[in-house]
């Protein structure tokens, strides 16, 4: 289990793959599934669009549970975007903890 707070949630829904073999994509659907917000934590949220910045109100990180397959193909994507250089100052965080634990 780890707990990951609201960016972190969108940096990973915005990190792990679009495309993939049969096998990660149904893990990535479920991860998806996971990351997402519900009904209620929208309501919490309030997400909103202020000039180029998404905000939104803070609520308690959330439990998610995630699989050792899960965390591979989490690790080869932040690997892939930092090969290419395309890391975000937002996913720096969560790099170290995936990357470099």
Known sequence: MMELSVLDRLVLLNVIPREGDLTTLKIVRKLNDELSFSEEEHKQLL???????????????????????????IVEAFKKLNKQGKLHMDYLDLYERFVEE
């Open 47 to 73: 997400f909103r669009n202020e000039g180029d910045s998404l905000h939104w109100n803070e609520i308690p990180p959330k439990e998610i549970e995630i699989g050792e397959k899960a965390t591979d193909v």
